[in-house]
């Protein structure tokens, strides 16, 4: 189980989190929605160990990692998915998925698993050695996914990952997302997408300005409610 | 101009561009440092000249080979690399702009000081290499020390692209130069690859030193402004932040000089080399290989 508890991170004086607390079951997809500004980033950030909590914990199977730098929370098995996909824009999709193997020292390993990612996604098979700048951004966001996998994470963390894309690619990564959770990885995803989300998710979080404010499955809530707070925030929907 | 004056101009150009191998290698430097960091390293060339001068020091105590002046400029360039990061930058608020720039400002008057401090501002005398060696190709004569710097220069960069293109390290500081955040993300630690990125450089700007030394024959503590200039010409022409381009562009502005020199003379020469920058600055601001920006 993954469990983030009471945490606050702040950027200078503005507090982005204000004492945010969830839990992820372990083999699950679990949602995180909200609007605009509600946080969402700043929490995968924080998690990944990018920022710094100024108080809180998180932990993984009981392990702290607020605190930990980047790398080391990588090798207790969490990689996340960044938000407008980041990759390396002048490396091959190849040397995108080596970058995100870093960690490993198995060779043999790790080219098996390049494999196995060539099969998953066989239009990065298709263009292994061209610059993954010149993908298109449904390309892009399959080798950011596949680059996060290279470190055979326990926990994967994505943020909007159907952001900017159109519908079919959509449906193509959420499908994805459904696969890696039946292989056995946990999923901890944020959305804008929030039919598609709580189409595949089991559980989901709505977060509002820093804070939590809602926590079920998907049946508990009407879909447009869930919608309407995860676009516009509960003040302008009930105002 | 007569059949004489035309040998004598090439073979000034190519002497020029033979020793433009060190510009050449001072380029890729000042641009793996901006690669990695974004920031100037203004004291780069300054450390390169002061690793030179260690070497002499080596040499002053083991009676050696003057072969191994080069290995003693490139270890001590190592280890200046690595101060000049835990000084100019491990502990500079890198969101200022301007901290870097003036500590590394700093660093090159500190490092100019120190030489001049110790060596009383005398210039010493530098061992070269293949000095007494003259390769004939029809015409012209090919200094062989010369021959040797750039043979070295050619090394150096070569080791250089295998590192940066070919290793484990030369993978994380491509990724780190392109997307830090995701570099991070990938459990890549950014101050590692920072520090080595500072040996590692100045390792070749050691070795550019004591070429500089070996093909002039003499060390100065007047050396390093020009080379500075020099460096940060050749990263403008190159393009800032491509290793071909300065690769190119040393070998370019090594010709030019001579060129300028042979035709105006040595006190006109770096007048139009200034030029030759503003014309780029404003021309062809990314550098001779600038690329159509790709998509994001
Ligand atoms: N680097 C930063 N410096 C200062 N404030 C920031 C920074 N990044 C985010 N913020 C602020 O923190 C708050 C939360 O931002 P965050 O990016 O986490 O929101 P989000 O929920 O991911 O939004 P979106 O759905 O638009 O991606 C916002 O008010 C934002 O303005
Ligand atoms: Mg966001």
Redesign the pocket.
Known sequence: MFEVSDIVAA??K?E?LKGVSLKVESGRITCLL??????????MMTIAGILQPRRGSIRLEGAELAGLSPARIVSRGVALVP?NRLVFPEMSVRENLLAGAYQRRDRAGIDSDIERMYARFPRLKERRDQMAGTLSGGEQQMLAVARALMSRPRLLLM??PSLGLAPLIVAEIFDIIAELNRDGTTIFL?E?NAHMALKVAHQFFL?EQ?RITFSGTPGQLAEDEVIQRAYLGTRRAVG | MDLLDLIDAVQSVADGVLFGATYSLLGIGFTLIFGVMHKINLSYAAASIGAAYASLLVMSVVEAPAVLAFVAAAAAGGVIGGLVYLVGFRFIPLANPLATLMSTVGLLLLIDEIIVHATAGVPLSYPALFSDVIVQVGPFGLRGDLMFVFALGCVCMTLLLLLLYRTRLGLATRAVSQQATASLLCGISTTQVNVLTFVITGVVGGIAGAMTGAAIGMLSPLLSLPLTVKGLIVTVIGGLGSIPGAIIAGLIVGGLENAFQFFRGVSERDLYIMLLLFAFLVFRPGGIFAKSSGRD
Do not use: S
């Open positions: 950027y200078g503005i982005a909200g609007p605009n500004g509600a946080g969402k980033t700043t929490l938000e943020d909007e944020v804008q977060m820093g």
